[in-house]
């Protein structure tokens, strides 16, 4: 089982929807969560981070943990173009020595207009 | 200017040659990371530094060398290219290692022919 898991996609979506990306962790001790885009050709940006339990949200993006069921999520209201990308889950797991994120694989993201 | 920066951008090799990627951050921070990306593997941790003169091992260090004599600096070094190491390196620093995150440089695109 891999430490971070996401659907691959492509997950497509039209413009003005909402898009709803999910990643599952196995660390159960996991303390930080992170969202990167990552444009084709281009170097992951972080877009959001969280915490605790809960939604956290930045514009049109909203970020949910829940680590109970080990799984965090992040949706993108009014999807544009712009928007296509794809998007990379990071967990820094308690037992990570020498303190590393580790990622998933990335859900690629295809806003239509 | 202020940031990470990579260089080069761009770099073709041969089999065999000794190749080095540069690395370098503005910020001070403690805590700098090689990661490869290759499709359908997504982000790999190469190597690790907490600081200077610390550096770890991560996910796939074979066939690569690292130092870090000063904080802002952390050369990734393929003693002997292979094909196999024809990838996107990407390095990335953070202050406070995993638990806030990482920002990336914009990556080098190395082929081994």
């Known amino acids: 089982q891999k430490e971070v898991e996401q659907n691959s996609g492509p997950l497509s979506v039209p413009e003005g929807a909402i898009a709803s990306l999910n990643c599952t962790y196995s660390?159960?001790?996991?303390?930080?969560f992170f969202w990167y885009r990552q444009y084709s050709g281009k170097s992951p940006e972080l877009i959001m981070s969280i915490y605790s339990n809960g939604d956290k949200e930045d514009g049109r993006f909203t970020a949910q943990l829940n680590k109970a069921s080990q799984y965090v999520s992040l949706l993108i209201r009014d999807s544009q173009p712009s928007d296509s990308a794809t998007y990379l889950c990071a967990v820094n797991p308690l037992v990570a020595a020498g303190n590393k994120l580790t990622f998933g694989g990335g859900t690629r993201v295809l806003v239509k207009p | 200017d202020a940031g990470i920066t990579q260089s080069p951008r761009y770099k073709i090799t041969e089999t065999g040659r000794q190749v080095t990627l540069m690395c370098h951050q503005t910020?001070?921070?403690?805590?700098m990371f090689w990661y490869r990306q290759d499709l359908g593997h997504g982000l790999r941790l190469i190597y690790y530094?907490?600081?200077?003169?610390?550096?770890d091992k991560g996910e796939v260090p074979d066939g690569y060398v690292v130092s870090r004599s000063k904080t802002e600096n952390f050369p990734l070094t393929l003693e002997s290219a292979t094909r196999s190491q024809t990838s996107v390196y990407f390095c990335?620093?953070?202050?406070?290692?995993?638990?806030?995150?990482?920002?990336f440089g914009s990556g080098t695109r190395l082929t081994v022919v």
């Open positions: 530094s907490a600081a200077a003169d610390i550096t």
């Open positions: 910020w001070s921070h403690s805590y």
């Open positions: 990335a620093s953070s202050a406070r290692g995993g638990r806030n995150g990482y920002t």
């Open positions: 660390d159960r001790g996991s303390q930080s």
